[in-house]
């Protein structure tokens, strides 16, 4: 199984831990992944807050260089999601605008065609690879770990791979193959703020401690979410709270990649756990007793 | 009596009687017309407490033809693109995509406030984009907190060094290896404007 990479900006920077732990189970289930060659930034929320035709074409690129590849394009982050997916649509539905991007690729000598299939990771682990695959690699199941499925809300909303758009399911399921136990709670696809978190900081970080009260609330040990900037952002919000009031009140966050690295790895289990969480590492219950599959 | 009368006036010379039809005639904006003003989007909104105007009042403003009301209010800054509001409408106006129209159209009419100070970032950010062909969240960042929030600055310092030394922040921007081609697309893009029906 092979698959091409786009990491977008923020895998190499902010969430580094990210993209280590993808590269760490795309090894244990056999993926082969092959970093797109010269890739650039998807544009995001900003350029196509600010210019639709460059926003386009720098997304597009992308899509250009990943054609000749012929491999579903695999992309951790969200926004990137979207943002590339933007531009598949833009060349199902809108071919006036495809040929003006089309234009501006072949300034840098490209062309799309618009037959790049893009997969966000989780919605590429839930349909290519399947749960079964990953639930054969699982040294060390949750054991009834209650972990809250923060989903955020890019990936579930309209351009979502197959999700319910109202009641997502995908990260519930993964959790469960996992061996933990998904955690119900009325905020997992509520905005984190996104963005917002460096422009309107008070605003971001009230909105994520709405989320994690949320998450509190509902009894869970662990959060896991597929975003990056979710992950970012709750937890300099839950830092920003401890220091002052609840010491160690908010439960380790995790991305999806941390989340299933866990039960594959232990040295790895130990190392994250320690360092995201020194209290938890104490106590032992992670995935007590886990046995070999 | 005679303020008001003036008052009045002004008003209608600032309405736009075509602003809704332009909206509708957008890609993005193709099913504006069908806008029931439930209010389903301004419930939905987590930003609705600091917004100018909710999201439904934005678009009643767009049917009222309170063009400039629309184009210079906080509202479709604010917005982070959650797009849980295109999830509910009932009537599947993809209300975040006009969001972004109105973005642009406020720049184009240099319209847009200046209190929110967003698009400063969202410029800082397409700057580094266009020069580098990847964003670089340090350089970005701190030209932007120490121009808009220098306090803000300080507050963030310690997270930010710590941030650099575990490598979650990078001191120098990555460029990509083909930038003149990139660039070359980059600014045939920027010239060319989107229509406006």
């Given at each position: 199984?092979?698959?091409?990479?786009?990491p977008?900006?923020?895998?190499?920077?902010?969430?580094?831990?990210?993209?280590?732990?993808?590269l760490?189970?795309?090894?244990?289930?056999?993926?082969?992944v092959?970093?797109?060659?010269?890739?650039?930034?998807?544009?995001?929320?900003?350029?196509?807050?600010?210019?639709?035709?460059?926003?386009?074409s720098v997304?597009?690129?992308?899509?250009?260089?990943?054609?000749?590849?012929?491999?579903?394009?695999?992309?951790?982050?969200?926004?990137?999601?979207?943002?590339?997916?933007?531009?598949?649509?833009?060349?199902?539905?809108?071919?006036?605008?495809?040929?003006?991007?089309?234009?501006?690729?072949?300034?840098?000598?490209?062309?799309?065609?618009g037959?790049?299939?893009?997969?966000?990771?989780?919605?590429?682990?839930?349909?290519?690879?399947?749960?079964?695959?990953i639930?054969?690699?699982?040294?060390?199941?949750?054991?009834?770990?209650?972990?809250?499925p923060?989903?955020?809300?890019?990936?579930?909303?309209?351009?979502?791979?197959?999700?319910?758009?109202?009641?997502?399911r995908?990260?519930?399921?993964?959790?469960?193959?996992?061996?933990?136990?998904?955690?119900?709670?009325?905020?997992?696809?509520?905005?984190?703020?996104?963005?917002?978190?460096?422009?309107?900081?008070?605003?971001?970080?009230?909105?994520?401690?709405?989320?994690?009260?949320d998450?509190?609330?509902?009894?869970?040990?662990?959060?896991?979410?597929?975003?990056?900037?979710?992950?970012?952002?709750?937890?300099s919000?839950a830092?920003?709270r401890?220091?002052?009031?609840?010491?160690?009140?908010?439960?380790?966050?995790?991305?999806?990649?941390?989340?299933?690295?866990?039960?594959?790895?232990?040295?790895?289990?130990?190392?994250?756990?320690?360092?995201?969480?020194?209290?938890?590492?104490?106590?032992?219950?992670?995935?007590?007793?886990?046995?070999?599959? | 009596?005679n303020?008001?009368?003036e008052?009045?006036?002004?008003?209608?010379?600032?309405?736009?009687?075509?602003?809704?039809?332009?909206?509708?005639?957008?890609?993005?904006?193709?099913?504006?017309?069908?806008?029931?003003?439930?209010?389903?989007?301004?419930?939905?909104?987590p930003?609705?407490?600091?917004l100018?105007?909710?999201?439904?009042?934005?678009?009643?403003?767009?049917?009222?033809?309170?063009?400039s009301?629309v184009?210079?209010?906080?509202?479709?800054?604010?917005?982070s693109?959650?797009?849980?509001c295109?999830?509910?409408?009932?009537?599947?106006?993809?209300?975040?995509?006009?969001?972004?129209?109105?973005?642009?159209?406020?720049?184009?009419?240099?319209?847009?406030?200046?209190?929110?100070?967003?698009?400063?970032?969202y410029?800082?950010?397409?700057?580094?984009?266009?020069?580098?062909?990847?964003?670089?969240?340090?350089?970005?960042?701190?030209?932007?907190?120490?121009?808009?929030?220098?306090?803000?600055?300080?507050?963030?310092?310690?997270?930010g060094?710590?941030?650099?030394?575990?490598?979650?922040?990078?001191?120098?921007?990555?460029?990509?290896?083909?930038?003149?081609?990139?660039?070359?697309?980059?600014?045939?893009?920027?010239?060319?404007?989107?229509?406006?029906?």
């Open positions: 199984m092979k698959c091409l990479y786009y977008g900006c923020s895998q190499k920077s902010t969430s580094l831990s990210y993209e280590r732990s993808f760490a189970i795309a090894r244990f289930l056999n993926i082969e092959e970093e797109l060659e010269d890739w650039n930034c998807c544009g995001t929320t900003a350029i196509i807050s600010l210019n639709k035709h460059l926003a386009c997304a597009a690129r992308n899509l250009a260089l990943a054609e000749s590849r012929n491999l579903p394009l695999v992309t951790p982050c969200p926004s990137c999601y979207i943002s590339l997916h933007r531009v598949n649509l833009i060349f199902q539905k809108d071919p006036e605008l495809a040929a003006q991007i089309n234009r501006h690729l072949g300034r840098g000598g490209l062309v799309y065609m037959t790049v299939k893009v997969y966000h990771l989780l919605e590429y682990l839930m349909k290519m690879v399947s749960l079964e695959k639930r054969s690699r699982i040294c060390y199941p949750l054991r009834n770990r209650r972990v809250a923060y989903y955020g809300c890019q990936i579930t909303r309209p351009y979502s791979g197959g999700d319910d758009l109202n009641n997502p995908y990260l519930d399921q993964l959790i469960e193959a996992l061996g933990g136990e998904p955690v119900d709670f009325a905020l997992k696809s509520q905005c984190c703020g996104g963005a917002l978190m460096i422009t309107r900081q008070n605003v971001a970080a009230e909105m994520c401690h709405k989320i994690l009260d998450i509190r609330f509902a009894g869970a040990d662990l959060i896991v979410t597929p975003c990056g900037l979710c992950q970012y952002n709750l937890q919000a830092g920003r401890r220091s002052r009031s609840a010491p160690d009140k908010n439960p380790p966050i995790l991305n999806l990649a941390q989340l299933i690295e866990l039960t594959f790895d232990l040295r790895n289990q130990d190392a994250y756990l320690k360092k995201i969480h020194p209290r938890l590492h104490k106590d032992k219950n992670i995935s007590q007793g886990g046995s070999h599959v | 009596m303020s008001t009368l008052k009045k006036i002004v008003v209608d010379e600032s309405l736009d009687n075509h602003f809704l039809r332009t909206i509708a005639n957008t890609p993005e904006g193709e099913r504006i017309l069908s806008c029931l003003q439930c209010g389903t989007c301004s419930a939905t909104c930003l609705s407490g600091i100018e105007y909710t999201p439904r009042h934005l678009f009643a403003l767009i049917r009222a033809g309170q063009k009301t184009l210079s209010s906080n509202t479709i800054w604010i917005c693109s959650c797009y849980q295109i999830v509910d409408c009932p009537a599947q106006i993809k209300i975040t995509d006009i969001m972004y129209r109105l973005k642009r159209m406020s720049m184009d009419t240099r319209l847009a406030t200046r209190k929110v100070d967003i698009r400063r970032f410029h800082l950010f397409e700057k580094s984009v266009v020069k580098y062909g990847r964003s670089h969240e340090l350089g970005l960042i701190t030209r932007y907190l120490l121009l808009r929030h220098p306090l803000q600055m300080l507050k963030q310092l310690p997270l060094i710590k941030m650099i030394l575990n490598g979650y922040l990078k001191i120098f921007p990555h460029k990509i290896r083909d930038l003149t081609s990139f660039r070359r697309m980059a600014h045939s893009a920027l010239k060319s404007k989107e229509e406006t029906p």
